[in-house]
């Protein structure tokens, strides 16, 4: 993978809190790679692959931060349980 690199400005006070560089570029990396999952950027897929995870990792990665990872909108939610509202119950194939 490509990599850029930039400078980044914190306040020293984080340091003090036990961050360490390392630390600091793996939560910016994270946190930047899911502001691009949640506002549509990227898939999971990708953003595993961006944070060197497998997707199934990503989406424990994204329970543990309590990110849904199927976000409805109020109109395809109502869809959705509509949909499963009309399933037959109790058909035995």
């Given amino acids: 993978m490509r990599?850029?690199?930039?400078?980044?400005?914190?306040p020293a006070?984080?340091?003090?809190?036990?961050?360490?560089?390392?630390?600091?570029?793996?939560?910016?990396?994270?946190?930047?790679?899911?502001?691009?999952?949640?506002?549509?950027?990227?898939s999971s897929g990708k953003a595993a692959k961006l944070l060197s995870l497998t997707r199934i990792e990503f989406l424990a990665f994204l329970r543990r931060r309590g990110v849904a990872y199927i976000d409805y909108s109020p109109i395809e939610l109502a869809e959705e349980f509509a949909a499963a509202k009309a399933l037959p119950v109790g058909v035995r194939s």
């Fill in 13 to 42: 006070e984080l340091l003090d809190y036990g961050f360490q560089p390392d630390d600091i570029q793996a939560q910016i990396m994270e946190w930047l790679v899911l502001s691009l999952f949640k506002d549509g950027h990227v």
């Fill in 3 to 10: 990599e850029a690199t930039f400078e980044v400005r914190i």
